[in-house]
């Protein structure tokens, strides 16, 4: 073996101990880097574990809170139905009570007339006269049947009106604000 070959074996020597170590450096190096890595994956999970524990306690908590004030909603209105429901109840009865001393002549219904109207051809005096008791306008008892009649359109319209009271009433536990109070 020549120097040289000497030589050139020991530049190949020193070129192959600085690959294993260069190789062994990236490797200690990629080892390293991938422990880091593994420790910062576990970092981040832990973090996205805790956020997705918060995220569902806050929806949890406001699930419990919906539901607190529907079932508050669901009570009051069921408080206000027993309520007008009661009113028309009572309002029917009371209906009921009118018609039935109409019928037996209990109570009569009667409308004022008018003096001055001189086109209804009336020619009751305007000063009411000494024959009677009441000292008030005259007055003209109108027909049991009709009567009855008048009696059942005003029952309607006062079911009307507390079924109206009821909507609104409605309308303003579920959306408060969009009708005014009178």
Known sequence: MTPVQKLAGLAVLILVLMAGAAGAAWQVQDWRMGKRLAEQ???????????????TGEAWRQQNAEQDKRLS??????????????????????????????????VR???LLDSTDSV????VPAAPGAIGVVHAARRAQLDPAHAQRII???????????????????????????????
């Open 41 to 55: 994956l576990a970092e981040q999970g832990a973090e996205h574990q805790r956020d997705l524990d918060t995220i």
């Open 73 to 106: 909603l669901e009570q009051q209105l069921a408080g206000q139905d027993q309520q007008h429901t009661r009113e028309l109840s009572n309002e029917q009865r009371k209906q009921a009570a009118l018609r039935d001393r109409l019928a037996t002549s209990d």
């Open 109 to 111: 219904l009667s409308v």
């Open 120 to 123: 209804s051809g009336c020619d």
């Open 152 to 182: 059942a359109i005003t029952d309607s319209g006062d079911q009307g009106l507390i079924a109206l009271r009821a909507c609104q009433a409605y309308v303003r536990a579920v959306a408060p604000g969009v009708l005014s109070t009178p």
